[in-house]
């Protein structure tokens, strides 16, 4: 997700079931209070088991897809914020480790210079 100026929005989707075909924006849901703590705090969100939180849980989006494992790391660009890295595992919870947090975070870094040079 990028900001580009205002709220985070959608900017790529990718879904293993959709086999690589584009992914309907409109039926992305993810849980916005995850992503606007991420802006805030300007640091990665871990969320081990997001079906055993009791706030999540209740989440429409949740409660939809069943993901197991969150991760939202925020993309910086020029030491600010510029959208967020949002990455689900519903599968098995407990998945994003701390150096796997670390890796996603040297790759969030990366991809925000790729995508916002100017």
Same mark, same amino acid.
């Given at each position: 997700?990028?900001? $580009?100026?205002?709220? !985070?929005?959608?900017?790529? *989707?990718?879904?293993?079931? =959709?086999?690589?075909?584009?992914?309907?924006?409109?039926?992305? @849901?993810?849980? &916005?209070?995850?992503?606007?703590?991420?802006?805030?705090?300007?640091?990665?969100?871990? *969320?081990?088991?997001?079906? /055993?939180?009791? @706030?999540?849980? $209740?989440?429409?989006?949740?409660? &939809?897809?069943?993901?197991?494992? !969150?991760?939202?790391?925020?993309?910086?660009?020029? @030491? $600010? =914020?510029?959208? /967020? +890295?949002?990455?689900?595992? #519903?599968? #098995?919870?407990?998945?994003?480790?701390?150096? &796997? *947090?670390?890796?996603? @975070? !040297?790759?969030?870094?990366?991809?925000?210079?790729? +995508? !916002? *040079?100017?």
């Amino acid at each position: 997700m990028l900001s $580009r100026g205002g709220p !985070l929005t959608v900017a790529a *989707v990718y879904n293993h079931e =959709s086999r690589g075909e584009a992914t309907d924006d409109a039926q992305l @849901e993810i849980p &916005r209070a995850l992503i606007e703590h991420v802006g805030v705090a300007d640091e990665a969100l871990v *969320v081990d088991n997001a079906l /055993a939180d009791p @706030e999540l849980a $209740r989440s429409p989006y949740v409660q &939809r897809r069943r993901p197991r494992a !969150l991760l939202c790391v925020p993309l910086r660009h020029r @030491e $600010r =914020s510029v959208g /967020a +890295l949002y990455l689900e595992n #519903t599968l #098995t919870a407990g998945v994003f480790t701390r150096a &796997r *947090v670390e890796l996603v @975070e !040297l790759l969030a870094t990366q991809a925000a210079l790729a +995508l !916002l *040079v100017d």
